[in-house]
């Protein structure tokens, strides 16, 4: 296991859910921890989108008028399979 850099911060939380969360044990900073950790995931995936709407756009369009390469196998007996 690769050993992180760890750095004190200062939050402002809820004094009841602080409260509960001492309560039942909950360690707060792991929490913390995790949850921002989800959040620069999401939004660095959202800034990838973003970045590269244009080319999806661009995809299907071409996809619009030239087909898929792989139209043959995704309507075959396994295609239900290629659809979202």
């Known amino acids: 296991m690769t050993a992180t850099t760890k750095r004190k911060t200062s939050l402002t939380l809820d004094?009841?859910?602080?409260?509960?969360?001492?309560e039942y044990g909950v360690n707060v900073s792991a929490v913390a921890d995790e949850a921002v950790t989800r959040a620069v995931a999401a939004a660095r995936q959202q800034k990838w989108l973003s970045e590269?709407?244009?080319a999806f756009s661009a995809q299907a369009a071409w996809h619009e008028s030239n087909d898929h390469p792989l139209a043959d196998v995704m309507m075959g007996s396994a295609g239900e399979t290629w659809k979202t």
């Open 52 to 54: 590269n709407a244009d």
């Open 15 to 22: 004094a009841a859910s602080l409260d509960a969360a001492r």
